[in-house]
Nanobody, 114 residues
């Protein structure tokens, strides 16, 4: 069974940076559009960034210009570089395929202090 493992979260001050990683068991990333999602307390899980098979990317307006998604299919890993972090970026971050998603991982907590 495919497992997604997110890491790299933590506590950071506003304006700081973090780099999240999402590793998967097995060669499952190639051929899949992958995305990073986030879920703040009491709110729905939202897609914030996605990367296609040809590395085309899309971003939610709230993170555009601050976050960068990248993938390394050889390592079965997807990354999210987050710069200029804001308190409203505080959430649990998850990765998954956009179409036919896998079972969700545990996510990684990102907390941005003012």
């Amino acid at each position: 069974q495919v497992q997604l493992v997110e890491s790299g979260g933590g506590l950071v001050q506003a304006g700081g940076s973090l780099r999240l990683s999402c590793a998967a068991s097995g060669s499952i990333f190639s051929g899949r559009t992958m995305g990073w999602y986030r879920q703040a307390p009491g709110k729905q899980r939202l897609l914030v960034a996605s990367i296609g098979i040809g590395t085309s990317t899309n971003y939610a307006d709230s993170v555009k210009g601050r976050f960068t998604i990248a993938r390394d299919n050889a390592k079965n890993t997807v990354y999210l570089q987050m710069n200029s972090l804001k308190p409203e970026d505080t959430a649990v971050y998850y990765c998954n395929a956009l179409l036919q998603p896998f079972s969700w991982g545990q996510g990684t907590q990102v907390t941005v202090s003012a």
